[in-house]
């Protein structure tokens, strides 16, 4: 049977696994401007504004996510699905790989390289996080790496948390650190095709959650501790690092950088996209519900047991695999302070939408056409960015 998921980011298998080169030295950065605070949107923001997606780089390999390290260097990370990670600084592409660790990755469809995240005191104490689907078993393997700490910073990996895969798609990929400092991770319900584990419902499984662990302690048996002020469940045998739990795959999420709001995007199954605003001890439905519907179709369920999701965009309306996006917080286009942007991979389309969490959405609008965006970031100023997965490409989003 050939499920929607072999239209998702795994449309494509990785491109070649080519390419040559180990790490690039540690070179001390060139340091742009400080940056400023957050813009603020005016109590009455104007319309959301003409933009577009400017490319600034090409020949990345299958890139899945772009972001910063937040140390004042004014770089940027691309992180590329075969297992690699590329430096963009000074207007151009840096040759050679700041991390290569292909030959712990298994790539393709929708595993391998899947997400980074610098620690918030990456500038002093050099550490960093990554996502990656391993093999022998498939699993999801949160590490981290410290530059120099060992000869290569390859060599330096510590396996933070490790979870089995039943599946080869669903795999989540997102890592970010919050306000709070703790490190979030989103997975997917392992996957095949209508979560037929019952994953996304769960709690005694990590598949299918929005997971929280402090990375700066250890619990005895666990190479991280669980913060004291994680949900309290009480579901036998339910796991203390589940934030949020009845996600289906949750294609990047990202804070917003003033308020701190979670914005994630939730690839549905067959009918439904979603955006949602991912809060403490909530349950998003999956696999009751998809989108703003029971689920399968003609299934009869309680909605209001649920937290809905903000937006739902329809198979119909031509989406069928979202990228969740990031707020702008930039200083270059005022207009857009305060918008969220975000995408569909399949239908190209890239969207805009302003949310409070008052008034609900209460704006939105199409930007561009682009088909293959698996990601969008933030540089150390809040301007966006997005890769291009197919297109191989780095983009900026400016005005026109």
Not at 10 to 15: K, S
Not at 94 to 110: K, P
Not at 225 to 243: C, H, S, Y
Request: proline share 7%; net charge negative; with cysteine.
């Amino acid at each position: 049977m050939v499920l929607k998921n072999t239209f998702r980011l795994g449309l494509l298998l990785l491109a070649g696994c080519g390419g040559g080169g180990g790490s690039t030295p540690d070179t001390p950065p060139v340091p742009p401007p400080a940056a400023g605070a957050p813009c603020v949107a005016q109590a009455s923001p104007p319309p959301i504004p003409d933009v577009t997606l400017q490319s600034l780089a090409s020949g990345l390999v299958s890139p899945v996510q772009v972001t910063h390290a937040g140390d004042g260097s004014g770089r940027l990370f691309i992180v590329e699905q075969r297992g690699t990670l590329r430096v963009y600084q000074n207007g151009q592409l840096a040759g050679g790989f700041f991390l290569d660790i292909r030959t712990r990755v298994t790539a393709g469809g929708e595993t391998g390289l899947l997400g980074l995240a610098f620690h918030p005191q990456f500038k002093t104490n050099g550490r960093f996080y990554v996502n990656y689907t391993a093999p022998g078993p498939l699993r999801t393997v949160i590490a981290e790496f410290t530059l120099g700490a060992a000869a290569t910073l390859e060599a330096s990996e510590r396996q933070v948390l490790v979870i089995n895969q039943p599946f080869s798609n669903h795999n989540g990929g997102q890592v970010a650190f919050g306000p709070d400092g703790y490190l979030y991770i989103g997975m997917g319900d392992g996957g095949s095709g209508g979560d037929p584990q019952g994953n996304g419902q769960n709690l005694a499984t990590l598949l299918g959650k929005l997971l929280r662990i402090d990375v700066d302690r250890r619990e005895p048996g666990l190479e991280y501790a669980v913060p004291a002020d994680n949900p309290a469940w009480t579901a036998a045998g339910a796991r203390r690092e589940i934030w949020a739990y009845g996600l289906r795959n949750p294609w990047r999420f990202s804070f917003d950088p003033l308020n701190g709001e979670l914005y994630a995007g939730d690839v549905g199954q067959n009918a439904r996209e979603e955006i949602d605003i991912v809060k403490k001890g909530l349950n998003y439905g999956w696999n009751v519900v998809e989108g703003d519907s029971c689920y399968p179709a003609g299934a009869i369920c309680n909605l209001a047991l649920y937290e809905p999701p903000i937006i739902v965009h329809t198979s119909a309306a031509g989406w069928h695999s979202i990228t969740g996006g990031v707020v702008y917080r930039g200083q270059s286009a005022p207009a857009l302070c305060g918008v969220y942007v975000y995408a569909d991979y399949i239908g190209g389309f890239v969207r805009a939408l302003r949310y409070s969490a008052t008034g609900g959405v209460f704006q939105q609008r199409d930007l561009v056409s682009l088909p293959g965006i698996s990601s969008f970031g933030h540089d150390e100023g809040y301007e966006v960015y997005a890769v291009g997965h197919t297109s191989g490409e780095l983009y900026k989003l400016i005005a026109r």
